[in-house]
């Protein structure tokens, strides 16, 4: 396909023509127009299905059309009317589809068939569903070594799915169950629990309708979660202070217009959505937010302790004395440095803070995916708490989640940290004794595969190959596995590097009718605000040879395990209900009343004891925890003049290695995804020049070379010093190491790297 490559800055809003002209546009393209608009009156209704996208809030009351452009295109790609068939596969082998691109191989469309790695014809072909679960069965059963499998899931496989699939991983005999949040929130599971006592956000739909400041770091909600801009937009119009700290200006954070207001839409009216905005340099947030602690600190002191909320301090607080005298010597040269910004700007923030009554703070991954993500987060708390920010109305942590089902798969149990999962419970229920020792997380899964300890790798949905850091070292080990078993809806990267034995598994997608013996089934899902909602599939499946994600669990059960009959896979699988009482025996206290509660309007909220300010932390109260220092980055060479931050970002025409186009509209990138982004001042500094082709070398001292060539320079407003390309095409860049501490997370928003000129270079 040859697209015509432009870069036109965007002054438009996000929503808008823009947004309405894009949903068609893919509506199309997929062959769904008519019967896609008819579907998506039905997402995010009760009774209907929840999107597939992102895990944005699904309000009590929604909108005749409660979804939005990213929302739009991630139904399209789901209910396409291309089809990868056996017929497709026999035409390509493996070795010529690895140099396919991210978009054409899941644009060939919905897996119809399960196939099988052939490698005498270097093709994947038909296989029965029998035969499948009979080789994986014995394959399985002779592992020695139960710790050498793994189970990854990536987030959207529904409550039930998860919790059938972590339930089955121990009954194997382990606890290895990374999920797609290891690469993401995994920095928000553990930093909040050290700090508040929870390992989600605290605030709900209502509080941001009740809110006067809202603080916005490293988050994207025009591409990432754009029908938060809804909430964003009326508080806005409600005069509420919304201050944003991000390296690029993003436009769904300046001005929004709402597509699905004919006025908005003929006029024209644009809201304003940030009234501050920070470009802070990547990784500086440590920094920022301790400047602006430290500027809250210092009104305080001059106003006669009026600015803080004292009395919530003592009574509920933890670690406030040794916080503040670490502020206090804190200097301010050593905090613009590391944040590169002006101590006027945090003062500005502290100003509009400080005459807040109720603020919330909200966060990406421009704060987890560092290496001191856990430290910035837990400071963003700490801001919070100096006003009594947690716990009150209007107030509170909002971590913005991936995945439409991450949330969800955590609290079901798709977790590799024993203690997260109420193993008791679960040893008397089901009368056996499961694995304690902690399984491998996502980082470490990676390890143990680069030194062939893992014999099969089992993926539940992801793209896991291509999302992971250091695809140049991944990708060869991953062909040393014996087994590698995809359940899946499109074909993509990881299917292709196999294992000695693979397979490709076709399932059903949420949108899709699920019917079971006892009938059509439900599923549920938990959103970014902790609400579990019930989700209904609308569409006849794409072939008729799919199973649903709780099939596959059920029949790999029945191919791998003893029976056990207190273990009733049958039963579950004709009637899903019975895994949502199952999981209510294990989680009484999130899941009583499951059955009804999933069905009411806005779903039903977990009940998180942060929010009445019970505080489940080792000290029983909310801690304010001190940084270590504010170096945030120790793999970075200190002032390595030629050395840059990359930030690895996502276009607003993708999600997460499922690139939809190459339309980055927002930020006015067009045809192109091998871009890097680069201040004018660094192209200049490097004798480069706008629209050379260059190489990026990663820096490090492990002596392995991580280098990639084919970015073309594109001057673009972002601090001197950093420089941004698409994940996951920068992927190779990206040492396994370098990951948060605490958390693993890889730190994909700052990896150190040098920019030269390609010799002999063509354009991608
Ligand atoms: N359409 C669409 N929706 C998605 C996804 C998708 O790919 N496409 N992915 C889903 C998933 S799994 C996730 S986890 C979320 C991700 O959603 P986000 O958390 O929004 O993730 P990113 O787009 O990677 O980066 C977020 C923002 O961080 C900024 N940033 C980078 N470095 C820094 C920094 O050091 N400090 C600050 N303050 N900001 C920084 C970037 O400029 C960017 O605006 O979205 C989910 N929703
Ligand atoms: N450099 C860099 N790396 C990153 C990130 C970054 O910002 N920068 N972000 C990280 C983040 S936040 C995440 S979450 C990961 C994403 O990692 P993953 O979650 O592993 O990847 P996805 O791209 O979401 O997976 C897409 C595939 O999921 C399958 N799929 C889609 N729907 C379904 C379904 O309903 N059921 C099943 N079984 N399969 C389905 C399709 O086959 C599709 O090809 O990447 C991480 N990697
Ligand atoms: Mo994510």
Redesign the pocket.
């Known amino acids: 396909m040859s697209r015509r490559i432009s870069f036109k800055p965007y002054d438009l809003p996000s929503g808008g023509w823009g947004s309405a002209r894009s949903v068609r546009e893919i509506l199309t393209r997929e062959g769904v127009l008519a019967s896609g608009a008819l579907t998506l009156t039905r997402q995010n209704k009760v009774d209907g299905f929840q999107c597939v ?3 944005w809030s699904k309000p009590a009351n929604p909108l005749p059309f409660e979804f939005c452009e ?1 929302g739009a ?1 991630a139904t399209a790609w789901e209910i396409t009317t291309h089809r990868c068939t056996p017929e497709f596969f026999a035409a390509h082998t493996v070795t010529e589809l690895l140099d396919w691109d991210d978009y054409h191989l899941e644009q060939a469309g919905r897996l119809t068939h399960p196939m099988r790695y052939d490698p005498a014809s270097d093709t994947y072909r038909p296989v029965s569903w029998s035969a499948a679960f009979a080789e994986i069965g014995r394959e399985m059963k002779a592992i020695a070594d139960r710790k050498s499998v793994v189970f990854y899931s990536s ?1 959207r496989s529904s409550n039930e799915a998860s919790y059938l699939y972590g339930l089955f991983a121990r009954l194997y005999g382990n606890n290895n169950l990374p999920d ?1 949040s290891n690469m ?2 995994e920095t928000t599971s553990v930093a909040l629990p050290e700090s508040i006592g929870v390992p989600v956000g605290t605030c709900t739909l209502d509080d941001f309708a009740k809110t006067d400041c809202i603080l916005f ?5 025009g ?3 754009p029908r938060m801009l809804h909430p964003l937009q009326e508080a806005s119009q409600r005069g509420v202070p919304i201050i944003a ?4 200006r ?1 436009r769904g954070l300046e001005s929004f217009t709402n597509p699905q207001s004919p006025a908005e839409m003929l006029t024209g009216k644009r809201t304003r959505i940030s009234s501050q905005y920070h470009q ?6 440590l920094a920022a937010l301790t400047g602006i602690c430290k500027a809250l600190v210092a009104m305080d002191d001059a106003d006669g302790h009026s600015v803080l909320d004292h009395a919530f301090i003592t009574q509920h607080t933890h670690g406030f004395e040794p916080f503040i005298g670490w502020l206090r010597v804190r200097d301010w040269d050593e905090i613009e440095r590391h944040s590169g910004l002006r101590r006027a700007a945090m003062e500005a923030t502290a100003t509009t803070y400080a005459a807040a009554k109720a603020a919330i703070g909200i966060y ?4 987890t995916q ?1 290496r001191a993500g856990v430290e910035t987060v837990q400071m963003l708390v700490n801001l919070l708490l100096l006003k009594g920010n947690i716990g009150r109305e209007g107030a509170g942590i909002s971590p ?4 439409s089902n ?1 949330q969800g798969q955590r609290t079901v149990g798709i977790t590799e940290k024993p203690d997260m999962v109420p193993m008791d419970v679960l040893a008397k229920q089901y009368g056996f004794e499961p694995p304690r020792e902690p399984g491998l997380n996502t980082v470490e899964a990676c390890e143990a595969i680069l030194e062939d300890r893992i014999n099969a790798f089992i993926m539940l949905g992801g793209n896991f190959v291509r999302a992971i850091p250091d695809r140049e070292r991944m990708e060869p080990a991953w062909r040393r596995m014996r087994l590698t078993v995809n359940a899946a809806t499109k074909l993509n990267r990881s299917h292709l590097v196999h294992g000695e034995i693979s397979y490709i598994l076709p399932v059903k997608g949420r949108i899709e009718v699920d019917r079971q013996a006892t009938g059509p089934q439900a599923t549920s899902m938990e959103d970014s605000t902790a609400c579990i909602h019930g989700s209904r599939g609308v569409r006849s499946p794409a072939s008729k040879h799919l199973i649903s994600e709780v099939d596959f669990i059920v029949r790999l059960a029945g191919a791998v395990l003893e029976p056990n009959p207190k273990v009733p896979w049958k039963a579950w699988n004709d009637d899903y209900s019975l895994i949502r009482r199952s999981i209510g025996e294990t989680y009484p206290e999130t899941f009583h009343d499951y059955e009804r509660r999933m069905w009411e309007p806005g779903g039903f909220h977990r009940s998180l004891p942060a929010r009445h300010r019970v505080w489940k932390t080792k000290t029983g109260k909310a801690n304010i925890i001190t940084p270590k220092g504010l170096d945030e980055d120790p793999d970075m060479p200190e002032a390595g003049h030629d050395t840059l931050r990359l ?1 690895t ?2 276009s ?1 025409d ?3 290695t499922t690139v939809y186009g190459y339309s980055d509209r927002f930020r006015g990138i067009h045809g192109t995804r091998m871009v890097v982004l680069m201040h004018r001042d660094d192209i200049k500094r490097l004798g480069l020049a706008e629209g050379e082709i260059v190489k990026m070398e990663t820096v490090s001292k492990d002596g392995i070379e991580r280098a990639m060539g084919g970015f073309r320079v594109t001057p673009y407003n972002i601090p001197v010093g950093c420089a941004g390309a698409y ?1 996951p095409e920068a992927n190779a860049l990206l040492p396994l190491w370098h990951y948060a501490e605490g958390s693993k997370t890889p730190a994909a ?2 990896i150190p790297v040098t920019v030269r000129r390609e010799v002999n270079a063509a354009a991608v």
């Not at 770091?217 to 909600?221: D, R």
């Not at 700290?245 to 690029?248: A, E, G, S, T, V």
Request: glycine residues 14%.
């Open positions: 996208s992102c895990a990213n295109k987030g797609s993401c929130h770091f490293g988050q994207n909600p591409s990432n979660s700290y991000n390296p690029l993003e802070v340099k990547a990784g500086g947030d990406g991954m421009g704060l560092h913005v989640r991936g995945h991450v930030i970002l996502r607003n993708q999600f997460n994940y928003k700052s």
